[in-house]
Nanobody
Framework: QVQLLESGGGLVQAGGSLRLSCAASGNIFSSKTMYWYRQAPGKQRELVAL???????NYADSVKGRFTISRDNAENTVYLQMNSLKPEDTAVYYCYLGGTLGYWGQGTQVTVSS
């Protein structure tokens, strides 16, 4: 059983930055692709970014150039650095560990005020 614990959310003004962290338990982290998703009120959950076990990254068009996903396999942690935040980035952000059995974190709220 894998547990994912997100942290780093909060309230920030537009143009500000936040860094989200997601720490994983267990010993499978380094071999798995990790994802950040977000869900705004009344909207479907959407993929924000992913990073493969080899470090290849991919981003949603809406966050390209502003967000950076990274991972530290020694710490079993994936990060999401969010810069130039906009009110439309307001959502609950979730990390997801991919695989045959995927695992979700509990989510962390990000609120960007205008």
């Amino acid at each position: 059983q894998v547990q994912l614990l997100e942290s780093g959310g909060g309230l920030v003004q537009a143009g500000g930055s936040l860094r989200l962290s997601c720490a994983a338990s267990g010993n499978i982290f380094s071999s798995k692709t990790m994802y950040w998703y977000r869900q705004a009120p009344g909207k479907q959950r959407e993929l924000v970014a992913l990073i493969t076990s080899g470090g290849t990254t991919n981003y949603a068009d809406s966050v390209k150039g502003r967000f950076t996903i990274s991972r530290d396999n020694a710490e079993n942690t994936v990060y999401l650095q969010m810069n130039s935040l906009k009110p439309e980035d307001t959502a609950v952000y979730y990390c997801y560990l991919g695989g045959t059995l995927g695992y979700w974190g509990q989510g962390t709220q990000v609120t960007v005020s205008s």
